[in-house]
């Protein structure tokens, strides 16, 4: 059987035209076009709660997730579970257990895969607030430090060093980022309630050192000095501020773990104020 070059038509073996468009017969088998790949189901979830918040996913049959370890509440018997390390060769395992090791995560992650249409609820460690992030192929975000939760497994999990010295010495989160790529659904739990801001380019925006949780890559990561040296010390706001430009998304916290802890500790006096040299010491500080 021959086939009309132009639309495909099937032709008798003695014709010099394509009865369908007239076309001049040059008789070559017809290659149809391959369909499209499958395009996977989108994630099926709700954020549930206010300040102790659950995100509750229904998973479908084949979809799998990975998570923080200890991060899972509840699931029903058809969703299986196995913890691993990420990477395929012993190499592999060992340089991303000492980067988990480095983002304040845990060594292993936890896969979470549905035989049968099925539900997982995961939630953080403290009360705050769960943002999921929709990533397009190749879009990255950056995020403190362990505010990992969990994410579809086309999304890559990475550690982002920061850039500048300065940033890392004096930024009170380190040097270490955690950068979520997609293409994916990802979602981060951090402390209190989000704030977010969509910067236009050469905006700025300047933000307690340890009250930024996610911002695009897009966005330029600095540290600035206070003012004045009196308002350093004595203003209760430490001695540095982060300085995000740009163009580019920004979610901040309103509260987070040191302060919580500050403000919960049995010899506290009363006020707010820091210590104003703090920020000095501890490079690799984190908020847990």
């Not at 070059?5 to 008798?12: D, E, F, M």
């Not at 896969?111 to 769960?130: D, K, L, N, Q, V």
């Not at 050192?209 to 009196?230: H, L, M, N, R």
């Amino acid at each position: 059987m021959t086939y009309c070059t132009k639309c495909g038509a099937a032709l008798n073996p003695d014709v010099r035209f394509c009865a369908n468009c007239g076309a001049p017969v040059g008789a070559v088998p017809f290659a149809p076009v391959a369909p499209p790949p499958p395009v996977a189901p989108p994630l099926d979830y709700t954020i549930v709660g206010e300040n102790l918040q659950v995100a509750r996913i229904r998973l479908k049959p084949g979809q799998e997730l990975f998570a923080e370890a200890g991060k899972m509440v509840y699931k029903t018997p058809n969703v299986t579970w196995e913890t691993r390390m990420s990477g395929e060769s012993i190499g592999e395992k060992i340089w991303g257990a000492f980067k988990r090791t480095l983002m304040g995560e845990s060594l292993f992650l936890t896969y979470f895969r549905a035989m049968s249409p099925g539900e997982i609820g995961f939630a953080g460690s403290y009360p705050g607030r769960i943002q999921p992030f929709h990533l397009n192929p190749g879009q990255s975000v950056l995020v403190q430090r362990d505010s990992f939760l969990f994410a579809e497994t086309t999304a890559q999990l990475n550690i982002a060093f920061v850039k500048k010295l300065g940033a890392g010495f004096f930024g009170g989160e380190g040097f270490i980022l955690e950068k979520l790529t997609g293409p994916g659904v990802v979602f981060i739990h951090a402390g209190g309630d989000f704030i977010d801001f969509d910067l236009k380019p050469g905006e700025v925006l300047q933000v307690d050192t340890g009250c930024i949780v996610a911002f695009d890559e897009s966005v330029q990561y600095d540290i600035q000095f206070v003012g004045g040296i009196k308002t350093a010390i004595f203003g209760g706001e430490g001695l540095f501020l982060a300085t995000l430009t740009g163009p580019g998304h920004v979610t901040i916290q309103s509260m987070t773990l040191q302060k919580m802890r500050r403000e919960l500790a049995p010899q506290r006096k009363g006020g707010d104020e820091h210590k104003g040299f703090s920020s000095l010491s501890g490079i690799f500080d984190s908020d847990d």
